[in-house]
């Protein structure tokens, strides 16, 4: 079957770097996803990665490892607003989305 | 930036009445449109794919009568909540995919829509 797995729930000090890991199985390969969403609010695309390698945009970091079905977010800087859940997902062989739970992200000043 | 806009937001409907919800992307043509379910602290959970000018593709699980979804444009997907009961109240959201599988596949999702049904 296909599977992402994610923290459930991580917590981190404001100003400091945090990293969320997700390690996926699934049907083929074409990209993987990190989407931000607060509460009660549709996600937000945060970064993709489809080849091996870190991708950094800003605040926020994304790497692939293909050969080890994994990848992880970073966030450096951490703000109030960072406050989030943020969402790993898949691109399957039919270009279908496999969403992981979400990890909610605790800053505390 | 791509543009999804979804309409109502909010929307508090009687146990057996129909619920109408609109996707619509504004500034490009979504030959694909998603429709998500998501319960409070779960991930998203499609409920169907939508193709402009076809049938929607549904899930396993997700009553294809009861969850009406019409894709008549290519910017425009419903999603209709027919006979709706109290355990139908969720956050349903939708997303669009620009161009073609080909592409990066990119999601742009609409803002969300939160039924309760009384």
């Known amino acids: 079957g296909q599977n992402i797995d994610q923290p459930t729930e991580m917590t981190a000090t404001e100003g400091a770097i945090v990293q969320i890991n997700c390690t996926y199985q699934?049907?083929?390969?074409?990209?993987l996803f990190w989407y931000q969403q607060h509460a009660g609010e549709a996600p937000t695309f945060l970064s993709y990665?489809?080849l091996d390698g870190l991708e950094e945009k800003g605040r926020f970091s994304s790497f692939l490892s293909r050969s080890k079905g994994y990848s992880y977010l970073l966030l450096k800087e951490l703000q109030m607003k960072d406050s989030a859940s943020y969402l790993c997902?898949?691109?399957?062989?039919?270009?279908?989305?496999?969403w992981g739970a979400g990890t909610k992200l605790i800053i505390k000043p | 930036g791509a543009v999804v806009s979804q309409h109502p937001s909010r929307v508090i409907c009687k146990s057996g009445t129909s619920v109408k919800i609109e996707c619509r992307s504004l500034d490009f043509q979504a030959t694909t449109m998603f429709w998500y379910r998501q319960f409070p602290k779960q991930s998203l959970m499609l409920m169907a794919t939508?193709?402009?000018?076809?049938?929607?593709?549904?899930e396993q699980g997700v009553e294809k009568d009861k969850f009406l979804i019409n894709h008549a444009s290519l910017t425009l997907s419903t999603l209709t909540v027919t006979s709706a009961h109290p355990e139908d109240s969720s956050f349903y959201i939708c997303?669009?995919?620009?161009?073609?599988?080909?592409?990066?596949?990119?999601?742009?999702f609409g803002e969300g829509s939160r039924l309760t049904v009384l």
């Open positions: 699934t049907s083929g390969f074409n990209g």
């Open positions: 997902a898949v691109m399957d062989s039919n270009y279908q989305l496999i």
């Open positions: 939508s193709n402009e000018g076809s049938k929607a593709t549904y």
């Open positions: 997303s669009a995919r620009k161009g073609t599988s080909g592409d990066t596949g990119e999601l742009f």
């Open positions: 990665n489809v």
